[in-house]
Nanobody
Framework: VQLQACGGGLVQAGGSLRLSCAASGRTFSSYNVGWFRQAPGKEREFVAA???????TYYADSVKGRFTISRDSAKITALQMNSVKPEDTAVYYCAARNLRIPDDSHWFQTPSGMDYWGKGTLVTVSS
């Protein structure tokens, strides 16, 4: 599956931004999905994840209560970012993981758990 993320840009602290990730070639029904981010000079880190079947969501503590991952359609997942902070500034990546039965309960916590990656979209939060 090929992934394409969009929606990044410049936003003021306290504002909102919505990122979208579209799958091409296949729907997300065969995958679980996640969002990761990488700030300058830092490692890529987990932000949010979604089990496509069932809809269970997972969030990093740093974004819990502010960000929401969702299924917009069979081929689009979104990350709604509210109350953004300057420390949210990063390149955001969407990723997908092939369904596995049984699966690792920690599949979403590290970038190595994902099988497919889209190109990132830059989010800059000004103070």
């Amino acid at each position: 599956v090929q992934l394409q993320a969009c929606g990044g840009g410049l936003v003021q602290a306290g504002g909102s931004l919505r990122l979208s990730c579209a799958a091409s070639g296949r729907t997300f029904s065969s995958y679980n999905v996640g969002w990761f981010r990488q700030a300058p000079g830092k490692e890529r880190e987990f932000v949010a994840a979604l089990r496509w079947s069932g809809g269970t969501t997972y969030y990093a503590d740093s974004v819990k209560g502010r960000f929401t991952i969702s299924r917009d359609s069979a081929k689009i997942t979104a990350l709604q970012m509210n109350s953004v902070k300057p420390e949210d500034t990063a390149v955001y990546y969407c990723a997908a993981r092939n369904l596995r039965i049984p699966d690792d309960s920690h599949w979403f916590q590290t970038p190595s758990g994902m099988d497919y990656w889209g190109k990132g979209t830059l989010v800059t939060v000004s103070s």
